[in-house]
């Protein structure tokens, strides 16, 4: 059965035919290419085909349902390109802790006891408040070290029946786990690349997600693994996700380790001829920036989690200016703690600002462009999604009747300083309508919450979050 529709809005940002970060002219009130007013969204099939005026559209197609009255926004999908879905039942914790803290007292002992079941309804209830916030494209990798239980896989269920489009990881460390050099650890490189094999299989069932090999961290893994890795990943033909210079920390045992920086590490490996998004980058070196372009790595900048772990700034526009492509992402549930992406916009600007001392260091364009096309870019996925032109997949966001964007003077800076999920109206993934007047229709919000609630009891009780003090759920 055919299904063709038309979403309309007071403006499209189509994020269309934008010139580059240096090419643009910055001054205030400067057109804007790909913003067009009184303009409609003609969908077919999943598929976007038309980007018109409006009247043209309807005139042209008068028996198509319209979604909108004319006022609001119509933007592309946002892209999410770095979080840790699964986390979704351990949030709210730990969050006056430092990374390796975090690590240590909370995500360890949370993998440990993880299961497929707690990773798919984890996925499920945070996947509802990234449709609400206007995600329709998610880039999340799954750490565990729950050896043998494959709940990495619970990601795949979960994102499916959220009807979110993404790419899925399993970002695997070994480190700890068995004796050094041992048949144990060695059993443990092998559960682990068994593992990656395993949620690649799964990925490949479910049409709207593609799989990445995750490489928690570098520091996380043994060399053995490492390097089986990498193996793996030429062989395979697989892109990569991990994360890459966060905190200052990573640094210095990086060079007890190895010598050398991580930047540098991960280049020696060959991990970066391989397709590679890097959550992060805060801590990089001029070395490292020129390494990151020259081998079209791209970074994903998660400015509430770095905020929240106290890690740093993200030289978001030294990266930008060096041609790396960069993207936004809420970072996980259980550092975030909240996965609003529209959040994450806002302060991805002003961290820049008041870093630089300088509010035009990022403007409200260039933060749009990252969390559309340019997040869409960085994950591979620019030809299908990241912009509303014909041709492309039709992923896309409603936002109408709150205040948040009701005066619309700059449609671009009322939607990254002014808008909030409340106004999120209607959001659909490939042409399927997943968020309805306000309501995440492909997963029930109120079920999903009690079907969530016992379940983040018994992991604060297993991975005895209760007894070390984190949680309180009892
Ligand atoms: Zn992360």
């Not at 979960?158 to 460390?173: D, H, Y």
């Not at 041609?323 to 936004?328: A, F």
């Not at 806002?346 to 630089?356: C, D, I, P, R, T």
Request: proline share 4%; net charge negative; aromatic share 2%.
């Amino acid at each position: 059965m055919s299904t063709e529709f038309l979403v309309r809005g007071r403006y499209v940002l189509t994020m269309a035919g934008l010139p580059g970060p240096g090419e643009r002219d910055r001054t205030p009130g400067a057109h804007l290419d790909g913003v067009l007013a009184d303009a409609c969204v003609h969908v077919r099939d999943g598929e976007i085909v038309a980007v018109d005026d409006a009247a043209r559209l309807v005139a042209a197609h008068p028996a198509l349902p319209v979604h909108g009255d004319g006022t609001g926004l119509v933007i592309p999908g946002l892209v999410s390109t770095h979080t840790h879905l699964s986390e979704g039942l351990a949030t709210g914790m730990g969050s006056e802790l430092s990374l390796f803290e975090w690590g240590e007292g909370i995500v360890g002992p949370v993998g440990a006891v993880l299961t497929r079941e707690d990773a798919a309804e984890g996925t499920a209830l945070k996947a509802v408040e990234m449709l609400m916030s206007g995600v329709t494209c998610v880039n999340d990798m799954f750490c565990h070290n729950h050896v043998g239980s494959r709940a990495s896989l619970g990601v795949v269920d979960g994102l499916t029946r959220a009807g979110l489009r993404g790419v899925v990881s399993f970002g695997a460390e070994d480190v700890g786990l068995a004796e050094p050099g041992s048949e144990a650890a060695a059993a443990v490189v092998a559960d682990v690349l068994a593992e990656q094999v395993d949620l690649a299989t799964q990925v490949a069932g479910a049409p709207l997600l593609e799989f990445r090999y995750g490489v928690g961290t570098l520091l996380g893994q043994t060399d053995e693994l490492l390097a089986a890795g990498v193996d793996l990943c030429r062989q395979r033909g697989w892109g990569v996700h991990t994360h890459l210079a966060e905190v200052r920390e990573e640094l210095t045992a990086a060079r007890a380790r190895w010598g050398h920086r991580t930047v540098e590490h991960a280049e020696r490996l060959g991990m970066f001829e391989r397709p590679l998004i890097a959550g992060h980058g805060v801590w990089l070196t001029e070395a490292d920036v020129a390494s990151l372009a020259r081998h079209d790595v791209a970074i994903a900048h998660s400015p509430v989690a770095n905020m929240i772990l106290g890690s740093g700034v993200c030289p978001v526009p030294r990266l930008r200016a060096a041609g790396v492509t960069v993207g936004i992402g809420t970072d996980g549930a259980a550092s975030n703690d909240g996965q609003d992406m529209l959040q994450a916009l806002k302060m991805a600007a002003l961290l820049q600002k008041v870093h630089h001392l300088d509010p035009l260091v990022v403007d409200a364009l260039d933060v749009l462009t990252m969390a559309t096309i340019d997040g869409a870019r960085a994950l591979g996925l620019d030809h299908l999604v990241g912009s509303l032109e014909p041709g492309k997949r039709a992923d896309l966001v409603l936002l109408q009747d709150t205040v948040e964007v009701a005066v619309l003077h700059d449609p671009v800076s009322q939607l990254v300083y002014g808008a909030s999920p409340r106004a999120v109206r209607d959001v659909w993934v490939d042409g399927v309508q997943v968020v309805l007047d306000h309501a995440c229709v492909s997963v029930d919000e109120a079920a999903q919450i009690e079907r969530c609630r016992p379940l983040a009891a018994r992991l604060g009780r297993d991975a005895g979050l209760v007894a070390a003090g984190h949680s309180v759920i009892g």
